[in-house]
């Protein structure tokens, strides 16, 4: 969300994640079941393999899912209101769970540069960076064919590789580091305290 107040454009990043499946919201707390609108989630949280594991909820989901919310406005939308022609990652949205897993791992391997429209282009350096850093993330946990299960059996050198931040990829602090600035101009950063 955002609020314009006289020259200014002052972000507010909300949760994302409040869309439930309907079918499960009856047999337990939400907070057991993935939830999440699927072109948004996370690679893992659509992956059989990594969305059973009880290692709670990292960040990195929500950072990830940020990332796609702005990958998908700046390729679908050529402004505010109006989709484009052509929905680039239109099968993120109505296929098969671990269909959607396996396009955005390709997608964040890719080297193609994905079709941000001209209104939106700003978003575009973010888009690259972020990309980077998730693939990076995705490929080295794979090269190191581990998975939250294999964690006990795993030797010492690689025990020690970080599942919450794909082994320090994906942080909060790199993330800002890359959203810092949009369009080369440095952006101002406020928290919700009234201190601040």
């Known amino acids: 969300m955002y609020l314009r107040h006289s020259d200014n454009v002052y972000g507010v990043l909300i949760d994302f994640d409040l869309a439930s499946f309907l079918m499960d919201m009856d047999k337990s707390p939400a907070s057991k079941f993935r939830t999440g609108t699927k072109p948004y989630m996370s690679f ?3 992956t059989s393999r ?7 909820h990292p960040y990195r989901y929500d950072l990830e899912s940020l990332f796609y919310i702005v990958l998908i406005l700046s390729c679908h939308y050529t402004g505010p209101n109006t989709l484009t022609s052509r929905l680039h990652f239109s099968e993120w949205f109505d296929r ?3 269909d959607v897993a396996n396009k955005k791992l390709l997608f964040l391997q890719d080297t193609e540069e994905p079709p941000v429209q001209e209104f939106f282009s700003g978003f575009s350096d973010w888009i690259r960076s972020i990309r ?9 946990r794979l090269f190191l064919g581990m998975s939250e299960k294999s964690w006990p059996s795993l030797p010492s050198e690689m025990a020690t590789y970080d599942f919450e931040t794909l082994g320090g990829n994906i942080t909060y602090m790199k993330m800002m580091e890359v959203m810092s600035t949009f369009e080369g101009e440095g952006l101002l950063f406020r928290s919700g305290s009234s201190e601040e």
Do not use: E, P
């Open 50 to 56: 990594y969305a059973k594991t009880d290692k709670g």
């Open 132 to 140: 980077l850093m998730l693939g990076m993330g995705y490929n080295n």
């Open 96 to 98: 098969a769970d671990q």
């Open 44 to 46: 893992d949280l659509l």
